[in-house]
C-alpha cells in the first residue's frame, strides 16, 4: 500500500509553502484579518447624507498582512490600512488600500512576516536586516496635496488621496530626516502651519525630542531639540496660539529589554504624568519646562488654547492605569490578570507658562465621562473652544456578550457631544451588539457656528460582522440617533484614527502638485537590507524571544526556518 508520509508543521514565518494560518486572540472575532484591498462603489445609503457634504474620510486600522511569528504579538504591530470613504451628491464609494511601506514590500515578496516585535528590531528576521520597519498604522492626514500616513516610529509614508497609491517616504522636500515623526501632527487653523515632533529621535531609548514647524508655503522655519526628563511615549500633543504642550506618559523605554527581545514599552506605576512646555516660534532647547502630575495614562487631546490671563488651558482624557495593558510593567507577575476597568474622564489642565521647571499640578477641572478618542471642531484648533466630541463607554448600558463576545477593541458603546459652556452632554448609544470607533467633525457650512456640523464614525456591528458609517447632526441631540447609516457590506477591523478631506482641497492641490511630478518609491531599492543597522553592540538578531551573540563579525544568517 502506498505510504502518505506527513509532513512536518514548520514554524510560521517559515519558508514552507504551507497556506498561511491567523491564531491568536488578537485576530479572533471582530478583529478577524480583513486584508482586502479594493473598492466598493455607491454603498448602500439609509437616511440621507446631506448633500453639502463633500469629500473623502480617510482612517487608517493595523490589519497584520502576515501571520506573525512572535509570542504574545499586538494590534498595534499590524500593517497600516487606509480606508477612503468618497461622499458627493448624498452617495458614498468605498475604496481600501494598504500602505506600501518598505517593510510590507519586504514581506510581501517573500510572502511572510520577517519583521518580529512590536518597535524591536532585534526580534526581526535577519533577512530585513535595516529594512525600516514603520507600518503607518496610526493617522492619516492631509498636506499640502497628499496623504501621510504616520506612526509614530518612523517616517511619514505619502499616498495619493485620489488613489490611495503609496509615493513613498515623505521627508518635505528633504527638509525633516529624523527617524521618527508624530501621529499627531497638528495644523493651525489661523497660520496655516504644522506642529510636528519626533520622539526617541535619536534611536531607541533616546530622551530627544525634535520638534519643527512647517509653514503653510511647506517650509520648515524652526527646528528645535528638547531633552524629556526620561523615555517615554509623547503619542498626542495640543499647541495654542503660542506654545505647544507635550504629555510625556510615565509608559517608559529601555535599551537593555529591547535588546534582550522584551517589550519597547513598559508602564511605571510608580512615575508621574508630566507635561513639557514649550514656545511655538525661535524657542531654544533650554526653553522646555516640564510640570508634573501624579501618575496616570494620557488619552488623546481635545484641544488646547490660552485663556484672558496667558494662561495654557489643555483638555485631554486621561486614565487612572496602564490601557495598553500589553505594555506590563517589567516587575509584573507573570499570569497577573490585566486590568480592565479604568476611569478615563476629560481633564482640564491650567498651566502657567511662567511657573518654574518642576512645578506640580493637579488637574483644574473634570468632564465627568468616560471615554477616548476626543476630537473637536478643527477649525478652533489651538483657540477658545466649547464642543468636544468622544467615543464614550457607558457600563449600564447593555452589552450582548452571548452573541458578540468580550467586546473587541475596547467597549466604547456611544458617541458623545459634550460643552464645557453648560457642560451638556449629548449621547447616541450604538446598540447591544455595537461599539464604535474614532470620529470626525464636519462643519455643515465654512461659516457655520462652532461644533454646527456633523459627527461621522465607523459602528462595528459586532453580530453582522459589518461596519456602518453613521452620520449624526450636532445641531440636534444625539439620542435620535444618526441621520444617514452608509452600510459597508463587510467588516474591517478596529482602527485608529482618521480624518475628512473636502473634495476642493484634493482638486486645488491635484492642480497645484501634479500626480506625475511626485516621484515614487523603487521597490527593489527599498527593501534592500542596509547591513550594520542595529546590530552593532555584537548582538545579532533574535527570533522566538531567544538571544543570540552574534559569530564575530558574522552577520545573521539567511533566516530559513524563522532564522532560529
Ligand atoms: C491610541 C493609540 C495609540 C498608539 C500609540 C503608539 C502606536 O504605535 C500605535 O499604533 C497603532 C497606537
Ligand atoms: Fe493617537
Known amino acids: 500500500m502506498a505510504h502518505i508520509d506527513i509532513i512536518p508543521v514548520d514554524l510560521p514565518g517559515s519558508d514552507s509553502k504551507k497556506p498561511l494560518k491567523f491564531s491568536g486572540d488578537i485576530f479572533q472575532g471582530f478583529n478577524a484579518p480583513c486584508r482586502f484591498e479594493g473598492s466598493v462603489e455607491q454603498l448602500e445609503v439609509l437616511g440621507e447624507i446631506p448633500r453639502s457634504i463633500d469629500g473623502t474620510f480617510y482612517r487608517v486600522m493595523p490589519d497584520h498582512h502576515y501571520p506573525p511569528f512572535v509570542q504574545n504579538e499586538i494590534h498595534f504591530n499590524g500593517d497600516g490600512v487606509?480606508?477612503?470613504?468618497?461622499?458627493?451628491?448624498?452617495?458614498?464609494?468605498?475604496?481600501?488600500?494598504?500602505?506600501?511601506?518598505?517593510?510590507?514590500?519586504?514581506?510581501?515578496?517573500?510572502?511572510?512576516?520577517?519583521?518580529?516585535?512590536?518597535?524591536?528590531?532585534?526580534?526581526?528576521?535577519?533577512?530585513?536586516?535595516?529594512v525600516l520597519r514603520t507600518i503607518s498604522n496610526t493617522n492619516i492626514v492631509f498636506h499640502r496635496g497628499v496623504l501621510l500616513a504616520l506612526k509614530e516610529d518612523g517616517p511619514p509614508f505619502a499616498m495619493d488621496p485620489?488613489?490611495?497609491?503609496?509615493?513613498g517616504v515623505w521627508d518635505f522636500q528633504g527638509q525633516i530626516k529624523t527617524p521618527t515623526f508624530t501621529a499627531h501632527p497638528k495644523f493651525d487653523p489661523l497660520t496655516g502651519d504644522m506642529v510636528c515632533y519626533g520622539y526617541e529621535a535619536k534611536g531607541d531609548a533616546s530622551k530627544d525630542i525634535v520638534v519643527y514647524n512647517v509653514d503653510k508655503e511647506g517650509r520648515k522655519t524652526d527646528e528645535v531639540w528638547v531633552k524629556a526628563p526620561w523615555c517615554g511615549m509623547i503619542h498626542d500633543i495640543g499647541i495654542t496660539r503660542n506654545y505647544i504642550i507635550f504629555p510625556l506618559t510615565p509608559i517608559t523605554v529601555d535599551a537593555d529589554r529591547i535588546k534582550r527581545g522584551g517589550n519597547h514599552f513598559a508602564w511605571q506605576p510608580k512615575l508621574d504624568q508630566a507635561y513639557g512646555i514649550l514656545p511655538r516660534r525661535g524657542a531654544k532647547s533650554e526653553d522646555m519646562k516640564w510640570f508634573y502630575a501624579d501618575n496616570a495614562f494620557h488619552g488623546h487631546v481635545a484641544n488646547a488654547y490660552e485663556n484672558e490671563e496667558g494662561n495654557i488651558v489643555i483638555d485631554l482624557t486621561v486614565a487612572d492605569g496602564n490601557v495598553f495593558y500589553f505594555f506590563p510593567p517589567d516587575e509584573s507577575r507573570v499570569g497577573?490578570?490585566?486590568?480592565?476597568?479604568?476611569?478615563?474622564?476629560?481633564?482640564?489642565?491650567?498651566?502657567?507658562?511662567?511657573?518654574?521647571?518642576?512645578?506640580?499640578y493637579k488637574p483644574h477641572e473634570l468632564f465627568d465621562t468616560q471615554g477616548e478618542f476626543a476630537r473637536s471642531d478643527d477649525r478652533y484648533l489651538g483657540q477658545p473652544y466649547n464642543h468636544f466630541f468622544l467615543c464614550v463607554i457607558d457600563p449600564t448600558k447593555p452589552y450582548n456578550f452571548q452573541r458578540c463576545g468580550p467586546p473587541v477593541g475596547g467597549l466604547f458603546n456611544c458617541y458623545g457631544h459634550f460643552n464645557w459652556k453648560n457642560h451638556?452632554?449629548?449621547?447616541?448609544?450604538?446598540?447591544?451588539?455595537?461599539?464604535?470607533?474614532?470620529?470626525?467633525?464636519?462643519?455643515?457650512?465654512?461659516?457655520?457656528?462652532?461644533?454646527?456640523?456633523?459627527?461621522?464614525?465607523?459602528?462595528?456591528?459586532?453580530?453582522?460582522?459589518?461596519n456602518d458609517l453613521v452620520i449624526l447632526d450636532t445641531a440636534r441631540p444625539f439620542e435620535e440617533g444618526p441621520i444617514a447609516v452608509v452600510k459597508l457590506p463587510f467588516k474591517l477591523r478596529t482602527g485608529l484614527h482618521g480624518n475628512f478631506v473636502e473634495s476642493k482641497d484634493i482638486k486645488e492641490w491635484n492642480e497645484r502638485l501634479p500626480r506625475d511630478q511626485i516621484p515614487r518609491q523603487n521597490v527593489d531599492e527599498v527593501i534592500k537590507a542596509k547591513a550594520g543597522s542595529v546590530y552593532k553592540d555584537g548582538l545579532k538578531p533574535i527570533m522566538n524571544g531567544i538571544l543570540q551573540p552574534a559569530a564575530n563579525g558574522v552577520k545573521g544568517t539567511n533566516g530559513v526556518n524563522g532564522g532560529h
Open 424 to 466: 451638556s452632554k449629548s449621547i447616541w448609544f450604538a446598540g447591544d451588539c455595537s461599539t464604535v470607533q474614532e470620529p470626525v467633525f464636519i462643519p455643515r457650512s465654512h461659516d457655520a457656528p462652532e461644533g454646527d456640523g456633523y459627527l461621522m464614525g465607523l459602528v462595528n456591528r459586532l453580530d453582522e460582522l459589518r
Open 162 to 167: 485620489t488613489t490611495l497609491e503609496t509615493f
Open 82 to 130: 487606509i480606508s477612503a470613504f468618497k461622499i458627493e451628491n448624498g452617495e458614498c464609494d468605498f475604496q481600501q488600500m494598504a500602505v506600501r511601506t518598505h517593510r510590507f514590500l519586504a514581506e510581501k515578496k517573500h510572502r511572510r512576516a520577517l519583521f518580529g516585535k512590536y518597535r524591536n528590531a532585534y526580534t526581526d528576521n535577519p533577512l530585513v536586516e535595516g
Open 336 to 360: 497577573e490578570p490585566p486590568r480592565v476597568k479604568f476611569n478615563s474622564p476629560m481633564h482640564r489642565w491650567v498651566f502657567d507658562p511662567k511657573a518654574p521647571d518642576g512645578t506640580r
